[in-house]
């Protein structure tokens, strides 16, 4: 079954289409950014990350700008696929401190239609 | 399959109950990470350890507590257990302080 708050909002895409998922950082100073995938029953599954001193970073099928200017950052997914159908989490980290301690996003769900 | 290991994937207690979750890190990871995943407050870090040795604190209850033995294994110790504390607990771990995490399955957790 789910694992994630009932009221996440929702992103309902085609398969093919682009999927853009979005997150707003709360602290200023964190410098490291990751976004997770999470599909039901299992659980979070790096995808990607980027470090604040870049703007852009790319992947495989996957995308992520970061606006340090309005702490927003983007998840850009081309051609989705039924199997990108998960929970998204962005969280944020600030780094040489020795540790890391994520602070996860609410999340958002994305549904692929096939 | 992220190479991290929970048990058990279930556990169904009562309210003032008393349990521990056991998570294996992926091999040679010295990093262990344990966070709660509830409906309301979504997924929370709570403890950090690093070969051995507790390194960062979350919102991590007064009730639980958590140690990291010399095998590396992690377990995590959750006491008079509340309503509240129904949730999804993941364990996560990395090679160092500072990389990527890789989350086992998770133990969901029922109080009832």
């Known amino acids: 079954g789910e694992s994630v708050g009932l009221h996440l909002p929702t992103l309902s895409v085609q398969e093919g289409d682009n999927s853009i998922i979005n997150c707003a950082y709360s602290n200023s100073a964190s410098d490291y950014f990751i976004w997770y995938k999470q599909e039901s029953g299992k659980g979070p599954q790096f995808i990607i990350d980027?470090?604040?001193?870049?703007d852009k970073r790319q992947g495989q099928r996957v995308t992520v700008l970061l606006n340090k200017t309005v702490k927003h950052l983007s998840l850009q997914i081309a051609a989705t696929q039924p199997g990108d159908s998960a929970v998204y989490f962005c969280a944020e980290n600030k780094e040489n401190t020795g540790f890391q301690k994520l602070v996860f996003g609410t999340g958002t769900r994305l549904l692929v239609s096939p | 399959d992220s190479g991290v290991t929970q048990t058990p994937k279930h556990l169904i207690t009562a309210t003032g109950q008393r349990v521990t979750l056991r998570c294996s890190p992926r091999s040679g990871d010295l990093s262990v990470y344990w966070y709660q995943q509830s409906l309301d407050q979504g997924l929370q870090f709570l403890i950090q350890?690093?070969?051995?040795?507790?390194?960062a604190k979350g919102n991590i209850l007064e009730r639980f507590s958590a140690q990291q033995f010399p095998d590396l294994h992690s377990e995590l110790n959750l006491s008079s257990l509340e309503l509240g504390d129904s949730a999804l607990y993941f364990c996560?771990?990395?090679?160092?302080?500072?990389?990527?995490?890789?989350f086992g399955p998770g133990t969901r957790l029922t109080v009832l």
């Open positions: 996560a771990s990395s090679g160092g302080l500072d990389n990527e995490q890789f």
């Open positions: 980027i470090r604040s001193n870049m």
């Open positions: 350890y690093y070969n051995g040795e507790e390194r």
